[in-house]
Every structure is written in C-alpha cells, then in structure tokens.
Nanobody, 125 residues
Framework: QLQLVESGGGLVQPGGSLRLSCEAS????????IGWFRQAPGKEREAVSC????????HYADSVKGRFTISRDNAKNTVFLQMNSLKPEDTAVYYC??????????????????WGQGTQVTVSS
C-alpha cells in the first residue's frame, strides 16, 4: 500500500528556516513525480514545488522561488523541502503527493493521486 508521511513542520520566526520531509512506504519514491502543496485557512490548496522522476527536474511556484528547494534522497526514500527566509504568508498545512501517471512533474493539484496527511508550518513572531 502506497503511503506518504510528512514531517518537519513547526513554529518558526519570520526569516527562519525549516526542512520538511516526505517519506514514502510501499513504493520507490523515485518512481513517481512528487509534489509539495500547501493550504492556508480559508484558502484553496496550492502547489509549491515538484520534482520529476524522469530527470529530477524541478519546478517552483513564483511565491517561493529562490527561497525553497526540493530534493530527493533515494536511499532514504524521502523527498525534502528546504524552506528558507520564511514569511508569515508561508503559514499553512504542507502536503506531499505522488503522481502515478506522468514522469515529469507539474504544479497542478489534479495531477496527483496519493497524498500524505500534512504537516503544519506556522511562521510568526
């Protein structure tokens, strides 16, 4: 059974950093593109970043470019999201998801099939 588990969220001050982890079980995480998404209270879930399975190409939402970095550790079967220079508007529940159809990732929620339970990130002083 395919399962994704996020961790690493927490409370951080503006300008701080966090590293989120998305650990997979039941499948090899590098078989599928993996996306990170976030959902703030009262808002729709939005794409943050993704990494492809074919060539490890990456994409980022404009709001996080230059601040967030997605990476994969195949030995740990884990995808990471390094978040630097965090802002209050980054506050949200962060989810990772797997796309079981394509090999190149896209920043579209509808492309992803399996989701983790989410981890809360709060940026506040």
């Amino acid at each position: 059974q395919l399962q994704l588990v996020e961790s690493g969220g927490g409370l951080v001050q503006p300008g701080g950093s966090l590293r989120l982890s998305c650990e997979a079980s039941g499948f090899a995480l590098n078989d599928y593109p993996i996306g990170w998404f976030r959902q703030a209270p009262g808002k729709e879930r939005e794409a943050v970043s993704c990494i492809s399975s074919r060539d490890d190409s990456t994409h980022y939402a404009d709001s996080v470019k230059g601040r967030f970095t997605i990476s994969r550790d195949n030995a740990k079967n884990t995808v990471f999201l390094q978040m630097n220079s965090l802002k209050p508007e980054d506050t949200a529940v962060y989810y990772c998801a797997a796309d079981k159809t394509w090999k190149l990732c896209v920043l579209e929620r509808g492309s992803y099939d399996d989701w983790g339970q989410g981890t809360q990130v709060t940026v506040s002083s």
